[in-house]
């Protein structure tokens, strides 16, 4: 079956950097992107970045010129950069990719930007 596994959270002062990580397994067929979300206490999912097969990128307004997203589908891994952190971007992040008509996600690393 699919799956997704990411690394690289943890607690960083603001300002800081953090790198995040996520390779997915049990894919045969071509996928067209993979992203990622995160989710803070009591809020709502929310998107974060998104890169496609084409190398095309998208980002959230909360992380333009901050965060950045880099990857290749075909090798099925995904990183995001986050620099500049703020306490805002305190949360936890996922790893998706959509995948012959589903949406899979991966377990979340919690990211704490906190002095």
């Known amino acids: 079956q699919v799956q997704l596994v990411e690394s690289g959270g943890g607690l960083v002062q603001p300002g800081g950097s953090l790198r995040l990580s996520c390779a997915a397994s049990?894919?045969?067929?071509?996928?067209?992107?993979m992203g990622w979300y995160r989710q803070a206490p009591g809020k709502q999912r929310e998107f974060v970045a998104s890169i496609t097969s084409s190398g095309r990128v998208n980002y959230a307004d909360a992380v333009k010129g901050r965060f950045t997203i880099s990857g290749d589908t075909a090798k099925r891994t995904v990183i995001v950069e986050m620099n500049t952190l703020k306490p805002e971007d305190t949360a936890v992040y996922y790893c998706?990719?959509?995948?012959?008509?589903?949406?899979?996600w991966g377990q979340g690393t919690q990211v704490t930007v906190s002095s």
């Open positions: 998706y990719v959509p995948y012959r008509l589903t949406t899979y």
């Open positions: 049990g894919i045969i067929f071509s996928i067209n992107a």
